[in-house]
Structures are given as C-alpha cells and as structure tokens.
Nanobody, 125 residues
Framework: QVQLVESGGGLVQAGGSLRLSCAASIRTFSTYAMGWFRQAPGKERGFVAAISWSGGGTHYADSVKGRFTISRDNAKSTVYLQMNSLKPEDTAVYYC??????????????????WGKGTLVTVSS
C-alpha cells in the first residue's frame, strides 16, 4: 500500500524558514514525479512545486519562485520542500503528491495517483 507521509510543518515567523519532507513508501519511487500543493483556509488546493523523477527538472508556482526549492533523494524515497523568506500568505496545509506522469502533477491534478495527508505551516506576521 502506497503511503506519502509529510513532516516538518509548524509555526514560524515571517521571514523565517522551514523544510518539509515527504517520505514515500513507493517501491519504484525513482520513477515517479513528485509535487507539493497547498490549501489555505477557505481556498482551493493549489500547485506549489514539482520535480521530475530524476530531479533534473523542477517547476514552481510564481508565488514561491526564488523562495522555495524542491529536491529529492531517491535513495531515501523522500522529497523535500525548502521554504525561505516565508510570508503570512504561505500559511496553509501542504500536501505531497506522487504520480508516474509529471504532466499530471503540473496540469491534470485531479488525476494524481497518490496524495499525503498534509502538514500545517503557519506563518505569523
């Protein structure tokens, strides 16, 4: 059974940093594209960042470019999201996603194979 388990969320002041981790129990993890999404209170879940199976390609939402960095360690079946210069508007539940297709991570989010349960990030002003 595939599981994605996020960790690293918490409360941080504006301007601070957090690193989220997503541990995946996927036997063929190195063949999956991975992504991070977030959902703020009262808003729909939206794309944050994605990384190809090899780590050679990364994509970011405009709102986080230059502040967030997605990376992966295929040997540990883990994907990370380094978040710097955090703003109160970054407050949300952050979800990890896995799919055999990077296209689905980026475009067809409703068809993504696997989702984690999320971790809460709260940025205080």
């Amino acid at each position: 059974q595939v599981q994605l388990v996020e960790s690293g969320g918490g409360l941080v002041q504006a301007g601070g940093s957090l690193r989220l981790s997503c541990a995946a129990s996927i036997r063929t993890f190195s063949t999956y594209a991975m992504g991070w999404f977030r959902q703020a209170p009262g808003k729909e879940r939206g794309f944050v960042a994605a990384i190809s199976w090899s780590g050679g390609g990364t994509h970011y939402a405009d709102s986080v470019k230059g502040r967030f960095t997605i990376s992966r360690d295929n040997a540990k079946s883990t994907v990370y999201l380094q978040m710097n210069s955090l703003k109160p508007e970054d407050t949300a539940v952050y979800y990890c996603a896995a799919d055999s297709s990077l296209h689905r991570i980026l475009v067809v989010t409703g068809a993504i194979d696997y989702w984690g349960k999320g971790t809460l990030v709260t940025v205080s002003s």
